[in-house]
């Protein structure tokens, strides 16, 4: 009803501040201003798939029949699952097709069998940026918000981006996390994620973005956040992305190659779903056990378990810190006799610095296998467990038969505590073994 006459109009309902990932969608939307829980249709910096899903993408193209991607520059597709196809594997046949695809569509963006995984190559070679918007094909790669930018997974809608150059998506409530302290000798980001995992990953954390920040994530370099990000879509959210700093904006300067990006942060009157304060310094290290991802205990409670299999590698560990903390615990040590070790670095740039650094010489020194970077061990494509193994790794699930038998259990751990298991036999304290090795307490770290 329109106001009486005589009476002031009614003041305007004011406006909450907004967090990072409204503001990246609000910009991506051609809107000032977005609300939780909006439907809107966003316009992508980049829109990124990998080659297991292709076959049917194919299919699907061929039946609407389309010639041409709105914009092929925005596409990046990665042979990243399948960067060895065997003799007999249908995989060869998937790498010929998106080669033809590639061509066919003029997508330049094509990295084929061990470029690494797509969460590296879009960070590594400067595609994720701050305040950039990137529509893919699955949760984890969250950990492109480490230098600032947002991920929005949709599965098998990933066509559409390609085809239209936007999609919709639904503006998430976003969860404050804000961390601070420091981690303490022998504990890792694998283990802060596992622990936040564990105490919200039960739906609190339901169709939300999940904010970092805090003086916390001084003391975390890159990777370490990136592993953080690589594994928050477990608690359920939507996705998930960090503030960034100077140290994120001097890594992404030197890849940009002139694209452009946009510092954004959070209102200080943005409106949170919730905020979680974390210290560092209080978290220990973490073993979780299958077959639920909430399962993480403290790696006292499960030392002498028996393994059989050790895996260093996946989205959620496989990066050059990853590398350094697996060669501090194996330097100078061989692995236990009938335990297979497989260690899959997630790039080129990850493969060829951990040579330069001699920590390939280190594991083959301990007697690991090294693969060649991409996901690997992590889905099951190599490593398969047998009945009634054990395995501890830093992979992403640890459902029966995730990685072969029904009947194997998969252990997840940090790099640290999963070389030193492989070097015992059995689930053990890293801090035991890097107490021996490093009185002075001095891990490698990479910025």
């Not at 797509?118 to 950990?143: K, T, Y």
């Not at 990953?201 to 169709?207: A, D, M, P, T, V």
């Not at 939300?208 to 928050?232: F, K």
């Not at 996705?239 to 030197?254: F, H, K, P, R, S």
Request: proline share 6%; charged share 20%; with cysteine.
């Amino acid at each position: 009803m329109p106001p009486h006459v005589g009476e002031p109009p009614a003041a305007p309902i004011a406006r909450r501040g907004q967090t990072i990932a409204q503001k990246i969608i609000a910009r991506h939307a051609g809107r000032d201003h977005v609300a939780v829980g909006e439907y809107l249709s966003c316009v992508p910096d980049h829109v990124v798939t990998q080659e297991l899903y292709w076959p049917t993408h194919k299919e699907n193209l061929e039946k609407i029949g389309i010639q041409r991607f709105a914009r092929p520059d925005k596409a990046i597709i990665v042979i990243d699952h399948t960067s060895a196809a065997a003799v007999g594997s249908r995989h060869a046949a998937t790498h010929k097709l998106l080669k033809e695809l590639t061509e066919k569509f003029g997508i330049e963006n094509f990295f084929g069998p061990n470029t690494g995984l797509r969460h590296l190559v879009l960070v590594e070679r400067g595609f994720a940026r701050p305040g950039s918007l990137v529509f893919s094909d699955e949760g984890n790669i969250a950990s492109i918000g480490a230098v600032g930018a947002l991920n929005i997974p949709t599965s098998a809608d990933i066509l559409v981006p390609l085809l239209k150059d936007e999609n919709w998506l639904r503006v998430p409530k976003t969860v404050r996390i804000n961390l601070s302290g420091q981690l303490a000798f022998g504990v890792s980001a694998r283990d802060v994620v596992q622990s936040i995992i564990r105490d919200y990953g039960s739906g609190e954390f339901l169709q939300c973005c999940v904010e970092y920040g805090g003086p916390g994530l001084q003391g975390l370099t890159l990777d370490d956040r990136q592993t953080i990000l690589a594994s928050t879509f477990h608690t359920m959210s939507d996705t998930a992305i960090m503030e960034v700093d100077d140290m994120a904006l001097a890594y992404v300067e030197e890849r940009a190659n002139g694209r452009p990006y946009e510092t954004i942060f959070s209102d200080p009157d943005a409106q949170y779903e919730r905020i979680i304060d974390i210290d560092l310094s209080c978290i220990q290290p973490l073993v979780t056990v299958p077959p639920e991802l909430t399962g993480a205990q403290p790696v006292s409670a499960l030392a002498g378990t028996p393994i059989h299999q050790a895996t260093i590698g996946s989205c959620a560990g496989n990066r050059l810190q990853d590398m350094r903390d697996a060669a501090t615990i194996l330097s100078g040590r061989t692995i236990a006799r009938k335990i297979a070790l497989y260690i899959s670095p997630g790039s080129q740039n990850v493969y060829a610095q951990a040579a330069r650094e001699g920590l390939l010489e280190v594991f083959a020194t301990a007697g690991a296998t090294v693969l060649s970077p991409g996901c690997n061990t992590c889905w099951g494509y190599l490593g398969v467990l047998n009945e009634n193994e054990n395995s501890i790794s830093t992979h992403q699930f640890n459902y029966q038969g995730r990685n072969g038998a029904e009947t194997a259990r998969i252990f997840l751990a940090s790099p640290l505590t999963v070389a030193a298991s492989a070097v015992c036999g059995e689930i053990v304290d890293p801090r035991i073994l890097l107490g021996e090795a490093h009185p002075s307490n001095t891990l490698m770290k990479v910025s």
